[in-house]
């Protein structure tokens, strides 16, 4: 949902940071007509009508982009909607998400991809880009008319929490996107592994009395799904990453030259499984917490440059969900709100990543996983898409989960403090955030 922009948007004193062309330094940023003009010193004056943005001790990135989200709508509306998602993502510094197909009905044809892509263009304040099913109901039996979402707008395939088990299938789903030049994004899972596994596997679940996760089931997987793009020549991207030995294959598929990335949750590099305590479902999640040695070993791909990604896997759930046994509520929490809050909380003020890494991790890298960076986004360049995320790192504040703008509240980071968030959000030269007024529109 967007108002039509003012001629003109200048955005001032930041200090603008566009890895895409080496820029790190105090400029001005000119958009017009929703595009980008020019980055430099001491831009000429606007027109009288623009909207000119102070961005004095912030810095100014191209637009953040998340490459996991689960808006929810059609099917569960109760728990989040495209416009309620978008609103959060606008609050998170997000201008554009990739939502993800585990829908009722599931996105595995044109027309859900289309009704997404209208219905955001309707109400979202920010961009949605549709991520399609692998196969027909995310069920892994046929595979969905990939060329048909992808004519309709989707941007890559996936079928998310219900991961192909069947290898064959997988190869020719990588096969049939290579040559569309969709990225595969896998929720990588061993389900006869994980069976009812409800916490990673380890001591802590042992003293709760709950049902362990192994690594090996992902493991297993990333493993499996390496060797078919290998074969294939596929593009494998893979969600929410959470083991040190899965991570170890990523690094090793780079060193190989092949077309492997990676993400991880800011749940992931920011928690541990021994935070579970008191059987509290927001901290319930798939891939699970893992252990202190998986998350220093996710650390380290984030510094080593083997991580190409923070992802949210945003996953709203209604109350009356999540309110139950440990072992019968659903995985998944929400995140677009406090995701740059955390990076720049957990990862920027410890010195695990520049900051200049950090905008890498959540523009740039994910314009490119996604093919967006064909479409002029993640990138401050003259005349690409004027989405721009402002964020103050020196920004102290406290996430109150009373206040967000998404449908549901299953968050394990109510009440937590944080050093440097999100201070605006600039979509298509159309400022649909800023934390002053505490909006989103």
Same mark, same amino acid.
């Given at each position: 949902m967007t ?7 200048? /955005? ?27 980055v430099? !010193? ?8 623009a ?6 001790g ?8 998340d ?6 709508e059609?099917g569960?509306?109760? %728990?989040?909607?495209?416009e $309620?998602?978008?609103?959060a993502?606008?609050?998170g510094?997000?201008?554009s ?12 044809n ?6 997404i892509?209208e219905?955001?263009r309707k ?14 109901? $995310? ?8 060329a048909?979402? @992808?004519?309709a707008?989707a941007?890559?395939l ?10 064959g299938? &997988?190869?020719?789903?990588m096969?049939y996107?290579?040559?569309l030049?969709?990225t595969?994004?896998d ?5 006869n592994?994980?069976?009812?596994? @409800? &916490? ?5 679940a ?8 192994s ?5 297993i997987m990333?493993?499996?799904n390496?060797?078919?793009?290998? %074969?294939?020549?596929?593009h494998?991207?893979v ?8 991570l170890? &294959? /990523? ?9 492997v990335t ?11 499984d021994?935070?579970v305590? +008191?059987?509290?479902t927001?901290?319930?999640m798939?891939p699970?917490?893992?252990?202190? %040695? ?6 380290a791909?984030?510094? +080593?440059?083997t ?5 949210t ?7 009356s ?7 019968q509520a659903p ?6 709100e406090?995701?740059?809050?955390l ?7 410890t010195g695990?990543?520049?900051l200049?890494?950090l905008v890498?991790?959540m523009?740039v890298?994910p %314009?490119r996983?996604a093919?967006? !960076? ?9 005349g690409?898409?004027?989405d ?6 020196e920004?102290?504040?406290t996430? +109150?989960v009373?206040?967000?703008f998404?449908? $549901?509240?299953n968050?394990?980071?109510h009440?937590?403090s &944080?050093?440097g968030g999100?201070v ?5 030269g ?8 505490k909006?989103?529109?």
């Amino acid at each position: 949902m967007t108002t039509p922009s003012p001629t003109e948007l200048i /955005v001032r004193n930041g200090r603008v940071i566009d890895p895409s062309q080496n820029i790190d330094r105090a400029c001005d940023v000119l958009v017009r007509q929703g595009r980008i003009v020019a980055v430099g !010193d001491n831009l000429p004056a606007p027109a009288s009508d623009a909207r000119i943005v102070d961005a004095t001790g912030c810095v100014v990135a191209p637009g953040f982009i998340d490459l996991h989200c689960h808006l929810r709508e059609p099917g569960k509306e109760y %728990a989040e909607t495209i416009e $309620s998602g978008g609103r959060a993502a606008a609050a998170g510094g997000f201008t554009s998400v990739l939502s993800m197909p585990n829908t009722r009905p599931v996105n595995d044809n044109a027309a859900v991809t289309r009704f997404i892509i209208e219905t955001a263009r309707k109400l979202s304040p920010v961009n949605v880009f549709p991520v399609g099913a692998i196969t027909e109901g $995310s069920k892994g039996e046929q595979l969905a008319p990939f060329a048909e979402m @992808q004519e309709a707008g989707a941007v890559a395939l996936t079928d998310d929490g219900l991961p192909v088990m069947d290898a064959g299938l &997988m190869r020719h789903a990588m096969s049939y996107a290579a040559g569309l030049g969709l990225t595969v994004i896998d929720h990588a899972e061993d389900l006869n592994l994980t069976g009812t596994g @409800q &916490m990673h596997e380890g001591y802590t679940a042992v003293r709760l009395g709950l049902a362990g996760i192994s690594g090996a089931s992902e493991e297993i997987m990333v493993g499996r799904n390496i060797l078919l793009a290998a %074969a294939t020549g596929a593009h494998y991207h893979v969600a929410h990453l959470s083991t040190a030995g899965a991570l170890e &294959m /990523v690094r090793e598929a780079k060193r190989r030259g092949l077309n492997v990335t990676c993400e991880v949750t800011p749940h992931h590099f920011s928690l541990i499984d021994e935070d579970v305590k +008191d059987y509290d479902t927001n901290y319930k999640m798939k891939p699970p917490l893992r252990s202190r %040695a998986d998350r220093e070993a996710l650390l380290a791909g984030f510094a +080593d440059g083997t991580v190409d990604a923070i992802g949210t896997d945003h996953a709203p759930h209604a109350g009356s969900e999540k309110m139950q046994e440990f072992a019968q509520a659903p995985f998944g929490i929400i995140g677009l709100e406090t995701a740059l809050g955390l990076a720049l909380d957990r990862l920027v003020q410890t010195g695990r990543i520049t900051l200049g890494r950090l905008v890498e991790l959540m523009a740039v890298n994910p %314009a490119r996983i996604a093919g967006l !960076d064909k479409t002029g986004r993640g990138t401050l360049k003259p005349g690409s898409v004027a989405d721009i995320t402002i964020f103050d790192p020196e920004r102290n504040w406290t996430y +109150d989960v009373n206040q967000t703008f998404s449908r $549901s509240k299953n968050s394990p980071f109510h009440g937590t403090s &944080m050093r440097g968030g999100p201070v605006a959000t600039i979509v298509a030269g159309n400022l649909v955030w800023n934390v002053e007024r505490k909006s989103s529109v």
